[in-house]
């Protein structure tokens, strides 16, 4: 049987645009139940809001089913909030206690500029994909799907890396604001493939380059790795570093040849 | 009131020309392909192609138009275009590769299709789509998309319902996830090339239609409000389905029906809109706060059990309960497939469960799952390694230990057959206006089988719209088309201000959620798994009254300057209304029972789907006359010559 929460506190970002210098604000919400997710219970805060002639808050949702990386959200100071594993949509109010106080912000990252309120601009993540995050293989010409085996281990490791949402916690929990648990996680994904082989290194390059036009560097703190909802590993951030580094001889020696 | 519910006169109308190729149905889409006019690959950059949508239909259908040289815009609503709703779908991709050996055609698929649908779909898509699936899997893998392997390297194979074979590829539980991030992939190749331009957080407003062609769109920016025009020589949407119609759904919060709903107004016909599918596989409702479903992928019914107590007054927990005690209702009523029954049927079947008092659950409002028993046949390991990631999901969202306490499961809204009707070229009603995807209406009939969904995206995102669209562009080679200073984009920009203006000016008392959970209410009672004439005529009444009350006292805060997420939803929920008024007037007149589309009255002794063949094997498309209640209704009549009709039986 479920069983209603009591008396939570919320303090949650508001900001009003890019330009605005935001504030927090205190909201006290009661009868809430604990089958809830979390952005119910905003659901819940936002009616609210609108029958007192308020606007609601902002904040950036989708599939509420932890695959879109659409949803974002530090929840006391953690993104994604408490629960391991778990993205903020799947987050559910049991995780917390009547009176409980909840402090709710957006990612906070100078990649991911406010939008508004809880909403963050996360189009720097495009920029990386659109750098070299493919397989060039236009339509049309591709061979019979079986003329490329794949070791299954191999497989398996690439779709570990695959599975990333783009959600952006790893920059929101990172002290530097670096991008590198989601960058290496698609340069993986495609470099470990054999399809992936004709662009390994101009792929990681290009991708490398991009992410730093945008994002802070990596120091090894693996708060990244903890902080994703998907268990990503940083073992691949250790692969895009092995594979940059030889990317730069190649690239300089094909430089030479020319 | 009532006129509006006496049959409406049926016409044959000249714009229902399916051009369907003569011919074989094994040889029509060569037969197109060798006849179709081409554009010359100079020519293709003269050309401005708009894709409204970036799921798989979208971002596969303008990555490639952007790779055959078009000038390609493309829209979508979400931050970035990885963000769409095919992302979500769990099971897999149909393709009739055969690479098991198993028997597999693209005949069989074709069949099973065809069959799965209720006999309600066009043979000569259908068979394309089969046709064209095996070219999917290859495009897919080429991109890297990396699908479960045998040891051995190859591409491993999954069965699915309403098949015989396996025929389905799959990435774990995520093989939306990955198609779609190859798709994605593809298109920010052509965005970062400079062939494709992408207006993100940018949607749909307006189709706008110049002497009888499709001429652009007119689009809201969501970060500013501003509303602006796109001139193109040929636009596609693929917008997704309307599931969210029901408010509870699998759908993504933002899905809805406005671009479809928009070109429905300015001319394009809405085909089937009553055929939806309601998956049988869903976590149930929780609370009043609910804001969507999840679903469990059909899978769990491989090894789970489905029943309810016996007893409508059991206070029992479920493993107090002795087996003499409990209804195992699908065996019982589906002794061959048991808990394997398709969807539609598994679904009813909880319904009624439910509706005689037995349900399961503090809301009394799921039934069980149990893995109890596959537990001691087979041993917690095997079944936790089978399962181990729902089983996690589904405490995630719970808080119940699904190994150790039944599941509760009930059917939920999941996808939409019924949507704009195209050509077969996927040409709407209005020329240059194209559909794909989810979006249109043509490959699933009456139900739509698992792990076709994904395959139908791409299908006609990679292999279809790509060569059709030359056959319309080359016609209009060199020919000049209205810009943007024509006054009917103008005047269509000047609608939809005045629309979100109304919107914030009302003033009234209701949030647009509050008028969407009721109206989703109204559709999921009457017009959902089980509905009757009475029911449907019943929600054609209550329907008007509160889409009035919707006009008057809905509140929108906040103003249309800036981001504003009310005011978005105010004007998916006023969609919303329209087309649920559709959707049951389509119900009531379709007086027969085929796939999702189940009327109480038409029914055979053991209370199964009876079709009217001789009354009903048509497309119900319907034409916007300025009122839903008042929209007419024509009729495409299927022909089948290479497949006959036949009952469709699981007993």
């Not at chain 2, 949507?419 to 070229?425: I, K, S, T």
Request: hydrophobic fraction near 40%; proline fraction near 4%.
């Amino acid at each position: 049987m479920s069983h209603h929460l009591q008396n939570l506190v919320l303090k949650i970002w508001r900001q009003t645009g890019p330009n605005d210098a935001g504030h927090f604000e205190s909201y006290r919400i009661d009868d809430i139940s604990d089958e809830a997710s979390f952005l119910e219970m905003l659901d819940v805060l936002n009616e609210r809001l609108i029958a007192d002639g308020k606007e609601a808050i902002v904040f950036d949702h989708d599939c509420r089913e932890g695959i879109c990386g659409t949803c974002s959200l530090m929840i006391n100071g953690q993104a994604h909030g408490p629960q391991k594993g778990t993205a903020t949509c799947q987050l559910h109010m049991r995780t917390f206690r009547s009176g409980d106080e909840i402090v709710v912000e957006p990612w906070r990252a100078t990649a991911f500029p406010i939008i508004k309120d809880l909403m963050v601009d996360r189009a720097a993540f495009d920029r990386i994909i659109e750098a070299g995050g493919f397989i060039t293989a236009d339509t049309g010409g591709a061979p019979d799907a079986n003329l490329i085996p794949v070791p299954k281990p191999v497989a398996d490791a690439a779709m570990d890396a695959a599975e990333c949402i783009g959600c952006g916690a790893c920059v929101a929990a990172c002290p530097n604001g670096a991008a590198n648990l989601f960058t290496s996680a698609k340069i993986a994904h495609l470099n470990l493939l054999p399809q992936g082989q004709a662009e390994r290194y101009s792929r990681v390059e290009a991708m490398v380059d991009t992410m730093d036009q945008y994002f802070g560097s990596c120091t090894n703190h693996g708060e990244c790795e903890a902080a994703c909802p998907k268990g990503i590993s940083i073992d691949f951030i250790a692969m895009m570093n092995q594979d940059y580094r030889k990317a730069k001889f190649k690239n300089r020696k094909a430089l030479a040849r020319t | 009131m009532t006129d509006t519910l006496t049959p409406p006169a049926v016409a044959a109308d000249p714009k229902l020309q399916s051009k369907i190729p003569a011919g074989p149905v094994a040889e029509k889409w060569d037969a197109y392909k060798g006849s179709m006019k081409l554009v010359n690959p100079n020519n293709k950059r003269k050309f401005r192609i708009i894709v409204v949508g970036s799921g798989l239909a979208g971002a596969s259908a303008a990555a490639t138009l952007g790779e055959l040289g078009y000038q390609v815009d493309v829209f979508t609503f979400h931050d970035s275009p990885r963000r769409a709703h095919s992302i979500a779908a769990q099971g897999g991709i149909n393709a009739a590769k055969n690479y098991k050996g198993d028997g597999d055609s693209i005949y069989r698929l074709f069949y099973d299709t065809i069959k799965g649908g209720d006999f309600r779909a066009r043979e000569g898509n259908v068979y394309r789509l089969a046709q064209v699936s095996v070219d999917i899997i290859d495009q897919m893998v080429a991109q890297g998309v990396p699908f479960a392997r045998e040891y051995g390297g190859l591409l491993d194979n999954r069965s699915f319902g309403g098949a015989q074979v396996s025929r389905t590829f799959y990435a774990r539980g995520q093989t939306g996830q990955q198609l779609l991030l190859g798709a994605y992939q593809q298109l920010a190749r052509q965005i970062g090339l400079g062939n494709v331009r992408l207006f993100n957080r940018t949607e749909l407003v307006d189709t706008v239609v110049i002497d009888g062609r499709c001429a652009g769109i007119v689009t809201r920016d969501l970060m500013t409000g501003e509303v602006a025009s796109h001139a193109a020589h040929a636009v596609v949407l693929c917008t997704g389905g309307y599931g969210n119609v029901f408010f509870l759904s699998t759908n993504a919060m933002a899905c809805n029906v406005t671009a479809a709903w928009r070109a429905h107004q300015r001319g394009a016909y809405f085909a089937n809109p009553c055929y939806t599918q309601i998956h049988p596989t869903c976590i149930p409702q929780a609370d009043d706060t609910q804001s969507k479903l999840t679903l469990m992928s059909e899978s769990l019914r491989n090894d789970g059990r489905v029943w309810v107590p016996k007893n409508p007054d059991e206070s029992r927990a479920a493993d107090q309960i002795p087996e003499d005690e409990r209804d195992y209702y699908l065996e019982r009523l589906y002794p061959s497939f048991g808990n394997l029954a398709p969807r539609d049927i598994s679904s009813r079947a909880a319904k009624r469960a439910v509706d005689s008092g037995r349900g399961v659950g503090p809301l009394k409002n799921g039934v069980y799952l149990d893995f109890a028993a596959a537990i001691g046949r087979l041993g917690f390991d095997t079944v936790w390694e089978r399962y181990s990631n729902l089983f996690e999901m589904y405490e995630r969202i719970t808080g119940e230990d699904p190994t150790k306490v039944p599941m509760r499961i009930y059917p939920a809204s999941h996808y939409t057959m019924g949507g704009l009707w195209v050509d077969y070229e996927l040409m709407t009603t209005i020329p240059g206006l194209y559909a794909a995807g989810e979006a249109n209406f043509s490959d699933h009939g009456a139900n739509r089988l698992g792990a076709s969904a994904l395959m139908q995206g791409l299908a006609d995102g990679y292999f279809v719209l790509p060569y059709t669209i030359g056959n319309y562009l080359a016609g209009l080679l060199n020919k000049p088309i209205p810009g943007t200073d024509h006054p009917d984009f103008a005047a269509a920009e000047q609608a939809a201000r005045d629309r979100f203006a109304r919107y914030v000016s009302t003033k009234g008392s209701r949030s647009p959620d509050w008028f969407h959970r009721e109206l989703g209410k109204i559709i999921w009672d009457y017009c959902g798994m089980e509905r009757t004439e009475e029911g449907l005529n019943k929600a054609l009444g209550e329907l008007p009254a509160l889409y009035e009350e919707f006009q008057r006292d809905l509140r929108v805060t906040g103003d249309g300057a800036s981001l504003n997420q009310t005011l978005e939803k105010a004007g998916r929920v006023d969609d919303f209304f329209q087309l649920g008024m559709l959707m049951c007037r389509d119900a009531l007149e379709r007086r027969e029972s085929c796939g999702g589309h189940f009327r109480a009255e038409y029914q055979d002794e053991e209370g199964e789907a009876q079709r009217d063949d001789e009354h009903f094997a048509h497309v119900a498309a319907w034409e916007w006359t300025g009122d839903p209640m008042h929209a007419t209704r024509h009729q495409e009549e299927l022909e089948f010559e290479a497949i006959h009709l036949a009952k469709r039986s699981y007993k």
